[in-house]
């Protein structure tokens, strides 16, 4: 079954067409993160209306380049939520007439199931259930139980600023200008040859025991310490990167033991930190259960795992049912 599938919930505009859930025939994103690059953020408006202007492109695109037609495709899918509510508009307005117009079914995806379906676009005859997921991305960080298929189990979420955030916000403060810098930030942690600053942060929620997750006191800690202190920049970097992989490591892990999982299945744009991917790595394979890890590319925003969620989760809807709705946590229906 080839599906195509649409995301536009922050600043891409995304197609992709993805065969069974698990192959992808072609893929094209196109972002205006270059324009948002200026104001040091996004500005919802610029990002919504490039989106208009890129979408019909995007999707003629992959069509394209997977040497099909519309009429090839069997099914459509699109993010219905969580994101900047302009931007999610486009996608759904855009899908919902595809839809209508070829008479196809559409099926919405909530982003953040979105994101743990990345893994069976890699590691599909490798899962097995009961799996961990966790999603780390720009507004969101979850640890959600998969049973199966559809069958998500809350565990645990940060009660204020999600990782990626948390990443982005200290970008500014340690004077990373890049918009959404905490890939940035994760190259300047890298490059650091002793950590000077070793212990200096906390491991917020570490040692409780809920599943969930405080990074906002990271950030004002290293607030207090770039206004009050000399300090070097890389190995400031290197103990705040150290600080939210351990605490989402140990967390992660200590789920996983606890809930008996087979699988640990990583997503969302944050799972790109080469540090994160080492250490969940690293302790997965030490308590002998198999750990998924998206390539980079499968982990920052495509339309890819909105088809393979939609593949694997067929709830088609009627169009007077589907909405765009940028407030979606991960357990909310698309
Ligand atoms: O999933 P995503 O692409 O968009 C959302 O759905 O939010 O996640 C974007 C987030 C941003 O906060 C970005 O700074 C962060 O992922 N990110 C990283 C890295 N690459 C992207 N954070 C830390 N280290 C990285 N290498
Ligand atoms: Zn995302």
Redesign the pocket.
């Known amino acids: 079954m080839k599906i195509l599938a649409i995301e536009t ?2 600043d891409e505009t995304a197609a992709a067409v993805v065969e069974d859930g698990t192959e992808v025939l072609a893929s094209a994103v196109a972002s205006s993160s270059n324009l948002h690059e200026k104001t040091g953020g996004i500005v919802p408006e610029i990002a919504a209306r490039k989106q208009v202007e890129y979408i019909v492109p995007i999707i003629d695109e992959v069509l394209e380049k997977a040497g099909l037609t519309l009429e090839d495709v069997d099914k459509l899918a699109v993010t219905s939520g969580p ?1 900047l509510i302009g931007s999610l508009v486009v996608g759904v307005s855009a899908a919902k007439t595809l839809s209508l117009v070829t008479d196809k079914p559409l099926i919405p995806v909530n ?2 199931v979105g ?1 743990i379906y990345a893994n069976w676009l890699v590691n599909a005859d490798k899962i097995n259930f009961p799996a961990l997921a966790l999603v ?5 960080t979850d640890l959600v139980l998969v049973r199966g298929h559809g069958e998500l189990e809350y565990l645990g979420g940060t009660v204020d600023d ?4 948390a ?2 916000k200290t ?1 500014r403060l340690l004077g990373i200008k890049k918009y ?4 940035e ?3 300047v942690a890298a490059s650091c040859k002793e950590n000077k600053m070793k212990g200096r942060l906390p491991r917020p929620k570490i040692k409780d025991e809920d599943f969930d997750f405080s990074f906002s006191g990271l950030k004002t800690a290293v607030k207090r310490i770039v206004e009050n202190e000399e300090f070097e920049l890389e190995s400031l970097a290197c103990e705040f ?1 150290n600080a939210v992989v351990d605490v989402l490591v140990e967390k992660t892990i200590r789920a996983a033991k606890e809930h008996n999982v087979k699988t640990i299945l990583l997503g ?3 799972s ?3 540090n ?1 991917r080492n250490r969940i790595s690293f302790e997965a394979e030490d308590l002998g259960v198999f750990i998924s890890i998206p390539p980079i590319e499968f ?3 495509s339309a890819v795992y909105i088809a393979s969620a939609a593949y694997f989760n067929q709830n088609e809807k009627t169009l007077d049912d589907i909405k765009a709705d940028p407030s979606l946590g991960i357990m909310d229906e698309a």
């Open positions: 919930s922050c994101g982003h953040l994101h780390v991305s720009g507004g969101h999600a990782a990626g955030e990443f982005d970008a959404l810098g905490g890939a930030l994760s190259k990167e969302g744009g944050v790109a930190n080469n994160l982990c920052t925003d």
